[in-house]
Structure formats: C-alpha cells, structure tokens
C-alpha cells in the first residue's frame, strides 16, 4: 500500500498506520524527526536489557523507555501508542519462530516494557539535503541488513551479533556521509565499517539478512552502520517466553526532531 504524503506530520503518519493506510517500510517518512526501533520485554528482564542497551551505545542507542504495563510513550509522541503505531510488528514466544502482526492489542500484556531505540533513518535526511544518493531510497527498497561477526557486549540472558545496515556511494559522498552521520548519535552515529564486507562476517553482500536486496552501482564502496536489528538478535537468543519488535525497516515515527535530538536525552529510571 502506498504511503501518504513524505510531507505528512509524524503525529498523521502514526494515524495512517494506525488505520491502516501505510502498511509498508517507514524509510524517507518524517523528514526531519527521528524513528526508532522497538524491543518489547517483560518487566522482569528489563533492567538486564536496559544495561544490554547502554553497553552496547551503538546499535542500540536509547530514547525511551516505557512504564511496566503502558502502552503510551508521550515524550516522543502526542498520542503514541505502541501497540498500534508501527506498520508490522514480530513476537517472538520462547524461539527463533514468530509471528508478523499487525496490531499488539491482543498480545498486550500488563508487565511488558518497551524500549524505542534511535534509527539509521533520522540521519538519511542530512545526507539527502546534501544532495548525496541514498540508492534504496532511489529504488523504493528497504535497507539492506546483514548480521556481523562482531559480538555485542554480554548481559544476563541478552548477548549475539551485531547487525549493520548498507549504504553504498561514491568514495566522495561515502566520506561525506561519514562526517554527516556521526552527528547523529542517537541514530546510530558514525559508521562502524566501510569497505570490504568479509571483514566484519558479511559473505555475501547481495543476499541481506534482513530488508531488501542492495544496489551497489560501478566503484561504489559499501559503508555499514551498526544498525537497530541488533537487539533483536539478542532477544531471540535469550530466549524470552515474550518478546515483540518491529518488523525490520517499519519504524516507530516519533515527534522529536532529530536536529534536537541530542540535547534531548532521557532520564530513565527503572527504580
């Protein structure tokens, strides 16, 4: 389904999802605001996940925790609602199998936290007004996601890979997009590699883990960030009786802008 105007407020495209009139991948929506990932846990793990997520700053940069049992979030978003503001959701139960839905009504429980975690997607726009190519966005595809060889640092239950994104440009806007991008450290910051993919685990670049097949043009060079799909690796290897995260690529649109983002760091307090 075709998504409403790019134009269109985060607090309007959180109701088009909502109402289902955008189903698909949330990249080049909300210009200018940031997006996040979700990782939805029962209470009892959440300070282990908490501490996963501070030990791991890159992947899994935090803006906003929920209290036990709330489904609402208002420091990002007027009338946010989780558990029915993303365009796909996966819960996981006790395993690597799950299930893709649409809505989290009925699976909604009164212990469950949520964590929304910064998006690669709030820096793209920097690099866009900087006239330098995003060749999925170009194509309508998702980003390409693949799982690295890096290990994550360990917490109780939550440990595994690091999962990047790619972006290919030419060796002049690769450099750009480095410097631009490390301004943006709740969307994941600087790249974590750039260049050969064998070097952090990836064998074959054309087949992603997760998202869309990349498109990599003549003397492009691939540079990986690490990416908001990480914690997801973790909470399926922990696990988990219960687990809900967004499905890769459909994103929590929030209100913050992502030019002001930095100065708008949470205090969360899991006491």
């Not at 420091?75 to 199998?97: K, M, T, V, W």
């Not at 007004?129 to 996601?145: C, F, G, K, S, T």
């Not at 960030?225 to 909470?235: D, E, H, N, S, Y």
Request: aromatic content about 6%; charged content about 20%.
């Amino acid at each position: 389904m075709n998504p409403i105007a790019d134009g269109s407020s985060p607090r309007s495209l959180r109701l088009a999802i909502r109402e289902g009139r955008h189903l698909g991948p949330t990249v080049g929506l909300a210009p200018g605001h940031l997006q996040g990932n979700i990782a939805i846990i029962p209470e009892a793990l959440a300070s282990h996940f908490l501490l996963y997520c501070q030990r791991n700053p890159k992947p899994c940069p935090l803006i906003g925790v929920s209290e036990p049992g709330s489904p609402f979030l208002r420091e990002l978003g007027e009338d946010l609602d989780i558990r029915s503001d993303l365009p796909a959701y996966r819960i996981f139960q006790g395993g690597r199998d799950y299930e893709t839905v649409r809505d989290l009504r009925t699976a909604w429980r009164n212990d469950l936290v949520t964590f929304v975690l910064g998006c690669s997607f709030s820096f793209e726009e920097a690099l866009q007004v900087a006239d330098i190519p995003l060749r999925h966005v170009e194509a309508a595809r998702n980003v390409p996601m693949y799982r690295t060889s890096i290990k994550t640092r360990s917490v109780g239950p939550f440990s595994g890979p690091l999962v990047v994104s790619m972006r290919a440009f030419r060796p002049a806007d690769a450099i750009r997009a480095v410097l631009l991008s490390a301004q943006f450290r709740l969307a994941h910051g600087a790249p974590i590699h750039i260049g050969d993919p064998a070097q952090i685990g990836i064998a074959d670049i054309d087949h992603p883990d997760y998202g869309d097949e990349p498109v990599i043009e003549q003397g492009d060079i691939p540079v990986f960030w690490a990416c908001g799909v990480t914690p997801q690796a973790a909470l399926v290897k922990s696990g988990v009786d219960l687990a809900i995260t967004h499905e890769p690529g459909h994103m929590l649109i929030t209100d913050i802008p992502a030019s002001t983002a930095e100065s708008r760091l949470f205090d969360i307090d899991m006491t």
